[in-house]
């Protein structure tokens, strides 16, 4: 069984996580602070983390920052602040996924599968990925459509490659423009949008309508595969 560890401080929300993830075969793990959930990961080997930003005894940012020193497990942010500034804090500290209270459970347990599928997806990656509209081999730093040579320059490949490597996680602005341009680039927001447009061109069927290179409104992008 897959155990995710659920930390929040509000015992009904805990309780209707606990009965929903246990009937779709989770093990689940509980804890309703910071501290608790520290030491709850220093004891389990758990699949993903849920997370609340709102903790009695630390932020919850902080917390995934202290779990970002020493573990690479999944971490999904599952808080009541909805502004993009707080997403984007959370998503720069080490986050993977940002789901917003009220949330349905439907949405919750396909973040939690594109979340294990990625990190599975990536335990076992090929250097070739492929979607309906495009192939992409990592390894000789190629892609085709349709058969044919796509031509990326170097930043669009840097930036796809970001992408492709990270399928269904959210990056953020932040995190892109400081991989590929350097920290001194981190908020110029509108190189993105320049790459990001080039690549859909030469890689979307329909621009106006992506399928794969998702924009996440003022935080940042996806990959879809």
Known sequence: ????????????????????????????ITATD???ALLSATQHALAVIILDLGLPDIDGTDVIKQLRTWNEVPILVLSARHTSDDKVEALDAGADDYLTKPFGPDELLARLRALLRRTNDHKTSEPIVTTDSFEIDLAKHRVTREGADVRLTPTEWNILEILVRNPEKLITQRQ??????????????????????????????DTGNPRHLLTEAGIGYRFQP
Do not use: C, F
């Open 1 to 28: 069984m897959t155990a995710v560890l659920v930390v929040d401080d509000d015992p009904h929300l805990l309780k209707v996580l606990n009965i929903a993830l246990q009937a779709n075969g989770y093990t689940v």
């Open 176 to 205: 892109l423009l400081t991989e590929v341009w350097g920290p001194a680039y981190a908020k110029d927001a509108n190189y993105l949008r320049v790459y990001m447009a080039q690549l859909r061109r030469k890689l979307e069927p």
């Open 34 to 36: 910071g501290q608790s």
